[in-house]
């Protein structure tokens, strides 16, 4: 299985959720590493969207940024929250079905009425929703 890295950011810019899929590795120093790695060029991407918010009048963006092995997809929200995915592997189709659960998941938090917009998402039901999302798309 390849490695995902999902970030919801707001459309403050500051990050409401994050959530990585694929293989686990036992050296914590390693991942911790590519953890930052994955942030940067992530932030990195996100005033890429921003751009392709005003030209296009869809909400996914098969591959807006490129980093050596690494893509970067984007769905973005009517209220500007952006969904970016950092991956190794082209996959459109399941990475669009992926958003577009995901955007679902994310309507449903925001109709809870404990949960506050612009804060982080720390629901586990939330978390292990994606994760199953993750798992049956990408």
């Given amino acids: 299985m390849a490695l995902y890295h999902?970030?919801?950011v707001s459309n403050t810019d500051t990050p409401l959720f994050e959530e990585e899929f694929g293989p686990i590795k036992k050296t914590s120093d390693r991942r911790d590493e590519r953890r930052y790695l994955n942030?940067?060029?992530v932030h990195a991407a996100i005033d890429m969207v921003?751009?392709?918010v005003w030209q296009r009048s869809t909400m996914y963006f098969a591959v807006i940024d490129r980093f050596n092995?690494?893509?970067v997809s984007a769905f973005a929200t009517a209220s500007r929250v952006k969904?970016?995915?950092?991956h190794e592997?082209?996959?459109d189709d399941g990475i669009k079905n992926f958003f577009s659960e995901v955007h679902e998941l994310y309507i449903k938090a925001l109709l809870n009425p404990f949960y506050n917009?612009?804060?982080r998402i720390n629901a586990k039901d939330f978390r292990s929703k994606v994760r199953l999302s993750g798992k049956r798309h990408l």
């Avoid at 969904?83 to 950092?86: D, I, R, V, Y």
């Fill in 6 to 8: 999902l970030v919801i």
């Fill in 50 to 52: 921003d751009a392709q």
């Fill in 83 to 86: 969904f970016m995915l950092l």
């Fill in 39 to 41: 942030e940067f060029i």
């Fill in 117 to 119: 917009p612009g804060e």
């Fill in 69 to 71: 092995e690494w893509y």
């Fill in 89 to 91: 592997v082209k996959n």
